[in-house]
């Protein structure tokens, strides 16, 4: 009897799992036919239907469970499940796992190296300003090229910014568009800008069309849809954000302690339902009305006495009380909480006003991730732990607030202020992923003077660069090499290029004396040219044009050049001060001959003056020594409207490079002792290449000033009244216990 229970039992266990495996099995072959469908239909560029289509649709018997968050929006939602709006949300990226290595062709860039080029654009299609202002910035940019077959990347002239349906900004039938452009090729090798995607209720990072294998350089993205390697996380920025320049960060001094009037503080919407309204909501708990100021308000939106709670009319008054700029200004640290997307303007705006930023947001990929260490200049918290942050910030240390401080007005200034900056950023962000082999690396990108700034191309070591001397430990250059700039023929030894040969050679700093023969006639003989204890090389220059002075020419042994017209009078103790000068501050200009700028307010526009006063802003090229970085960067940064300029006129380069140099170090030449009779010795050179006396010289370079100053966005020469003069200078001393006291008596 009992063998017969457990014969029947085992049978009846049996049947169960043969049918399970046999309606499993019908199952799991018609999800796998489905799939195989699906993957046909996107082969042949089909519409498939979503698998929901397959399942029989009931009627709605009982009201669907909606958030309370969500009451607002019912609509949109009673058909949602949340498996459609994950699919919705992963439907952003059609190839989610693209990377450098697998959706990007790096042969295109081999030839050419890295290019970009823009799309023409199409007649009827709306670009909004920003996104003119991108294209603008990329066009205007050492790597556009107008020729589709020289370019390794491509962006689109269709405006895709906004991709929120319900924006005025928002491009319809984008999908087509796209798809009809010959070189598309799925997406390969393009990049997409994007500030806003998604739209009401859910706010998904959906960009309205399929990228295919093209990067995205998105506001607000999520580090779930984020490809690393691949995407470029870029800052959320308003429509009024300058196109180029921009303006400077507001920390003006450090003051010591860094403390303002506000430890924390925050003033913006608060959303009452939908997406981003939990920690805005909370923010109140925090706020104490003395040194932490959390201010939020419900009137915004057609509806918002609608879904007004009971602390909307407190809130409201509240808020009305503060001025924001203030706020921005006394504060500490500034709260970045969240809005209805990830980003936020207030990101932009506490970096610029030197208030550190506190990040709540999870979840958001900040800008530039791949390349700033966020960590030297926000502090980043967890919205579940909103309650902690007072006491979070007030335990930081007053040194590491400086620090923290110094660091946000560095990144703004490097590569938020304009729009040029944050597509420059994102470009050199990109091209270092291609030619990972001169890539820079975190110390060049978080430490001045930035990755715009400092070319790999140039060199993979950073002892090459007059910026990092201290970091690395490394003492300046020993030695230099003179560029002497000659225009004129050698027809007597007695012209002042000759003398200035003699004298710069005895030099012990000497190490080279390069003349760069740019005269019309055949380069004299060697017996020419007096004896020198240093080697002497002559080379014609290039198209025989201005801009041949600052090439980076092979010939330069050494790291500091000494650029001297070929009528400059110096003597060799001048040239030896002057250098151990430079050795201080290898990073900037310093010289003898100093001009300045300043603001003609009838005229609007800026002025140059030779005036010999206590004030400059300016050490002209013509006797002065700087790192031959600066060569490079002249000929490979600047663009070649500014050198062509400089070419016709056969004027201005020494202007243009104290541009390049002071925008670059943020800082003013360094001019030193010089001799009074100076002005008058050069203003009494009869030499034809004298361009002292030329009634348009000095109108061509007020002319040059405010081209160059448009092309840069702003000013960038600083004023400066200081001198360095040898130590015990007029000095009322013995003059045997002076070092350079030969320059007295000149």
Known sequence: MQAKKRYFILLSAGTCLVLLFYFGGLQFRAARNQSRREEHSSRNGLHHTSPDHYWPRFPDALRPFIPWDQLENEDYNVHISPRQKRDAN???????????????????????????????????????ESYQNILAAIEGSRFYTSDPSQACLFVLSLDTLDRDQLSPQYVHNLRSKVQSLHLWNNGRNHLIFNLYSGTWPDYTEDVGFDIGQAMLAKASISTENFRPNFDVSIPLFSKDHPRTGGEKGFLRFNTIPPLRKYMLVFKGKRYLTGIGSDTRNALYHVHNGEDVVLLTTCKHGKDWQKHKDSRCDRDNTEYEKYDYREMLHNATFCLVPRGRRLGSFRFLEALQAACVPVMLSNGWELP??????????????????????????????????????????????????????????????????????????????????????????????????????????????????????????????????????????????????????????????????????????VIEGESKVMSSRFLPYDNIITDAVLSLDEDTVLSTTEVDFAFTVWQSFPERIVGYPARSHFWDNTKERWGYTSKWTNDYSMVLTGAAIYHKYYHYLYTHYLPASLKNMVDQLANCEDILMNFLVSAVTKLPPIKVTQKKQYKETMMGQTSRASRWADPDHFAQRQSCMNTFASWFGYMPLIHSQMRLDPVLFKDQVSILRKKYRDIERL
């Not at 023929?489 to 004298?503: G, N």
Request: charge should be positive.
């Open 90 to 128: 992963s439907s952003v990226y059609k190839g989610k796992k693209c990377r450098m290595e697998s959706c990007f062709d790096f042969t295109l860039c081999k030839k050419n190296g890295f290019k970009v080029y823009v799309y023409p654009q199409q007649k009827g299609e709306k670009i909004a």
């Open 368 to 537: 530039f991730s791949e390349v700033i260490d966020w960590n030297q200049a926000a502090v980043i918290g967890d919205e579940r732990l909103l309650l902690q942050i007072p006491s979070t910030i007030r335990s930081i240390h007053q040194d590491k607030i400086l620090a923290l401080r110094q660091q946000t007005q560095f990144l703004w200034e490097a590569y938020f202020s304009s729009v040029e900056k944050i597509v420059l950023t994102t470009l050199e962000i990109i091209q270092d992923r291609i030619f990972k082999h001169i890539s820079r690396n975190s110390l060049i990108w978080n430490k001045h003077p930035g990755g715009l700034f400092v070319l790999p191309q140039y060199s993979s070591y950073l002892g090459d660069f007059p910026y990092y001397y201290a970091n690395l430990g490394l003492k300046p250059p020993s030695k230099f090499t003179a560029v002497i700039h000659a225009v004129t023929p050698l027809v007597s030894q007695s012209q002042p290029v000759l003398k200035l040969l003699v004298a710069v050679a005895k030099s012990q700093y000497c190490a080279q004396i390069i003349v760069l023969w740019n005269c019309d006639k055949p380069l004299p003989a060697k017996h020419r040219w007096p004896a020198t204890p240093v080697p002497v090389i």
